[in-house]
């Protein structure tokens, strides 16, 4: 309801008339094609408030005569996601190009100690007096390495970087946006995704949290046991003080 303006009076209307808020002009093709094909569509999309989506088509198959009559059209938020994965090709922006300003930097360094070393070698024995400029020039180089690796550490922690926040997540929403992500491999596999919910809020941060998720499930699809559809169970619930998370499959892993 609040990305599309439903009244009661537009039923029998064309889904042309109904005013929505998303940045999509094509979404009655994108209907047409899942009646015509009877496949699922899925895109991300994004509204005129600049949050994105997840939408998925569904054909709507009446079992009578087994033909399609509609369509169901779900929207998953991903706006956090999106935000993530900005953040992080930011952060890898930033690092290849302090890498390659420290690759530039370390090389030249290196060169010049390589030359001066060269030239101690060559000093006679007579001209002695050049050692100690020569020492002085290796240890300055050695000591602009030095600074130019605690300039490396100390980027790191810099206000620029991504920092994670911990925020109130429902574990149901993080589920369903890894069953998406997963979407190939699920039908692929076949696999069967079970989750018992018996607490789903969490203050964690989202991007941790998916990626351990994503993570357990994908091993359970990849490592599956041979010629037996994969099973996973995912269960929520609180043990005392603690919030626990559970993911277990009857793939060939640990116990």
Do not use: C
């Not at 939408?55 to 779900?74: R, S």
């Not at 911990?166 to 069953?179: A, G, P, T």
């Amino acid at each position: 309801m609040k990305q599309f303006k439903l009244h009661q009076n537009d039923i029998g209307k064309s889904i042309t008339e109904v005013k929505d808020n998303f940045r999509f002009p094509s979404i009655v093709d994108n209907i047409e094609q899942v009646i015509h094909t009877g496949e699922l569509l899925e895109k991300e999309i994004q509204t005129v408030d600049m949050r994105w989506f997840q939408m998925n088509i569904l054909p709507y198959i009446v079992i009578k005569n087994n033909k399609t009559n509609g369509v169901i059209i779900t929207f998953i938020d991903i706006t956090s996601r999106i935000r993530d994965l900005k953040e992080q090709e930011k952060l890898i922006m930033e690092h290849e190009l302090l890498l390659d300003t420290i690759s530039h930097d370390i090389k030249t360094l290196l060169t010049s100690l390589g030359l001066t070393i060269e030239m101690l070698k060559k000093v006679p024995e007579k001209g002695m007096e050049k050692f100690q400029i020569l020492l002085e020039k290796i240890e300055t180089g050695l000591l602009k390495i030095k600074g130019i690796i605690i300039d490396l550490t100390d980027a790191r922690k810099t206000e620029h970087h991504y920092k994670a926040i911990e925020e109130l997540l429902d574990i149901e929403q993080i589920l369903e946006d890894v069953r998406l992500t997963l979407a190939a491999q699920i039908l692929e596999s076949n696999a069967i995704i079970k989750w018992e919910v018996a607490h789903s809020e969490i203050v964690f941060v989202r991007r941790k949290l998916r990626s351990v998720l994503y993570n357990l499930i994908n091993n359970s699809i990849k490592y599956k046991s041979a010629g037996r559809v994969p099973e996973i169970l995912i269960e929520t619930y609180i043990e005392g003080d603690y919030f626990v998370l559970s993911v277990s499959d009857n793939g060939r892993g640990i116990a």
